[in-house]
């Protein structure tokens, strides 16, 4: 009777993806919904009811606002697993690997440092110095009540919760080779190249009225 052989997988077997964790302003996300009906109710009344050169005025505003709106409220994430972290901001999307990231710092705006020491601002988790004293205020009252009960565990604002999520997750992986790479950015000519051509037309309509 025999025992079969059983072969370890090889070495170079090549690990499953993990999950991104996705990080967003809710804030943000309400603005730009918010924003973008404003823009599009303004908008459609002007071209259907305006005459003369207000409806292309109207088109060209449109083509340039919708963009940059969405760019700065709906766009922007950050997304993380086990390898690397990816920032999308209003224009530029970074993809940083663990190995190259030296830091997570915040401040009055939350910035991930990479090892030579360029910085990329989180967008997607913007500071709230508001959240902040409504959590430091929390907790005072909180105390005044518990008096000497054991202290419960300190409160955070969300965007610093992110953070810590985010530190812990650059602490918890070693430097090894699905960590490792080089910084890559990639500019989002999707946003710009509408933006752009609306800012193009208009400042035509403007300069020709």
């Not at 072969?7 to 077997?13: E, L, T």
């Not at 997570?104 to 913007?126: C, F, H, M």
């Not at 008096?147 to 812990?168: I, N, S, T, V, Y």
Request: proline content about 9%; cysteine-free; aromatic content about 6%.
């Amino acid at each position: 009777m025999t025992t079969p052989d059983h072969q370890p997988p090889p070495p170079d077997a090549p690990r499953p993806e993990s999950r991104d964790r996705i990080y967003r302003s809710p804030a943000g996300l309400a603005g730009g919904v918010l924003l973008l009906a404003i823009i599009g109710w303004l908008g459609i009344d002007a071209l259907v009811s305006a005459h003369g050169r207000t409806p292309w005025l109207t088109l060209a505003a449109m083509i340039l606002l919708v963009p940059l709106v969405s760019a700065f409220t709906l766009r922007p994430a950050v997304y993380a697993n086990e390898d690397r972290l990816r920032v999308r901001n209003p224009f530029r999307v970074i993809v940083l690997p663990w190995g190259a990231i030296a830091s997570l710092r915040s401040g009055y705006s939350n910035e991930v440092v990479t090892t030579d020491g360029t910085k990329y601002q989180l967008w997607a988790i913007p500071v709230s110095l508001r959240s902040r004293k409504r959590v430091a205020r929390r907790q005072a009252r909180g105390a005044d009540r518990r008096g000497r009960l054991a202290p419960a565990a300190p409160a955070r604002a969300q965007a610093d919760q992110a953070m810590d999520d985010l530190r812990e997750l650059a602490e918890a992986h070693p430097a090894t080779e699905g960590v490792q790479g080089a910084v890559s950015v990639r500019w989002a000519y999707e946003v710009m190249g509408p933006a752009l051509a609306g800012a193009v037309v208009l400042a035509i309509l403007l300069a020709v009225g």
